[in-house]
T-cell receptor, first 116, second 114 residues
Framework: DTEVTQTPKHLVMGMTNKKSLKCEQH?????MYWYKQKAKKPPELMFV???????INESVPSRFSPECPNSSLLNLHLHALQPEDSALYLC???????????????FGPGTRLTVL | AQTVTQSQPEMSVQEAETVTLSCTYD???????LFWYKQPPSRQMILVIR??????QNATENRFSVNFQKAAKSFSLKISDSQLGDAAMYFC???????????FGTGTRLKVLA
């Protein structure tokens, strides 16, 4: 089972709103990722959590705030976003070790975010 | 720094035919992984196939196989007996062992013609 779930599927928000994206996996993976993807482009890494600690922040603006409450759950809190933040937000999880499977990432279906 | 190049922005293939998508990469790492992901219009990134650099044998998953040429730093994906459901954007990705970050290529859009 390589399922990563994301909610909601679609989100429309105003620039003054606060919203959250949720990602969940039950594969025992210890690495979890947030990506931003614009149309016809590859995903761009935003954050990586390893063993529930923030491991990588790719200089993402503070209006995006990640949270990893436990090993199965990853949130992305959104506040005061700009229209250019409209994109597909993908979550991924991975084993996160140098063992068999290496750092293979398994992606969720994404949340389509529109900022008005 | 690592780079991944997909030189074919778009490819077309007739249903039931075979198509090869190209990917080249550049790295000074000796231990790494290479991946092909498929992203259909439904938008979920699906892992198609994975290749460990230390393995000489080319990876195969049903109708999908790779031609991994380590010295040439080439990692092409062959899709046999193409099906309408294979239509998608295909991304090649590089991951150095011991790091979490992937380097993605720019993608190849595959169209399957009935």
């Amino acid at each position: 089972d390589t399922e990563v779930t994301q909610t909601p599927k679609h989100l429309v928000m105003g620039m003054t709103n606060k919203k959250s994206l949720k990602c969940e996996q039950h594969m025992g993976h210890r690495a979890m990722y947030w990506y931003k993807q614009k149309a016809k482009k590859p995903p761009e890494l935003m954050f990586v959590y390893s063993y529930e600690k923030l491991s990588i922040n790719e200089s993402v603006p503070s209006r995006f705030s990640p949270e990893c409450p436990n090993s199965s759950l990853l949130n992305l809190h959104l506040h005061a976003l700009q229209p250019e933040d409209s994109a597909l937000y993908l979550c991924a999880s991975g084993i996160g070790t140098s063992g068999r499977g290496g750092y293979t990432q398994y992606f969720g279906p994404g949340t389509r975010l529109t900022v008005l | 720094a690592q780079t991944v190049t997909q030189s074919q922005p778009e490819m077309s293939v007739q249903e039931a035919e075979t198509v090869t998508l190209s990917c080249t990469y550049d790295t000074s790492e000796s231990d790494y992984y290479l991946f092909w992901y498929k992203q259909p219009p439904s938008r979920q990134m699906i892992l198609v196939i994975r290749q460990e650099a230390y393995k000489q044998q080319n990876a195969t998953e049903n109708r999908f196989s790779v031609n991994f040429q380590k010295a040439a730093k080439s990692f092409s994906l062959k899709i046999s007996d193409s099906q309408l459901g294979d239509a998608a954007m295909y991304f090649c990705a590089f991951g150095a062992s011991g790091t979490y970050k992937y380097i993605f290529g720019t993608g190849t859009r595959l169209k399957v013609l009935a």
